[in-house]
């Protein structure tokens, strides 16, 4: 499973939702990022994260969270207005340079 806006065709008008876990190698504390033209949505463990809600230009938040060793619940949100598309997803940590979520991290 990797997180890329390639699984449709279309480039305007389309919403897309990515579901699945996301396994950390360790305890700590992580940043993730999130950017996106147009909306995107990033919830962890049922709770959402990071929210760029709205048609945008392409725009970055993060948030740090203190999260365990193993499995968590991951949703990505996406949604295309018109114009440009972008949809990345980044990670760090204290043991991590900042990097896009490494797709042997994600499962079903």
């Known amino acids: 499973m990797t997180v890329t806006l390639d699984v449709t065709k279309r480039r305007e008008h389309v919403g897309i939702v990515f579901e699945g876990y996301v396994k950390l190698p360790h305890d700590g504390l992580y940043l993730f990022g999130l950017t996106s033209d147009d909306g995107s949505r990033l919830i ?60 042997d991290w994600l499962t079903h």
Do not use: W
């Open 44 to 103: 962890i463990d049922g709770k959402t994260v990071v929210d760029l809600d709205g048609p945008h230009p392409a725009n970055e938040h993060g948030t740090q969270l203190s999260l365990q060793k193993g499995l968590h619940r991951l949703c990505i949100e996406f949604f295309e207005a018109e114009g440009k598309e972008q949809l990345e997803v980044s990670v760090q940590s204290d043991k991590l340079k900042p990097q896009p979520l490494p797709a």
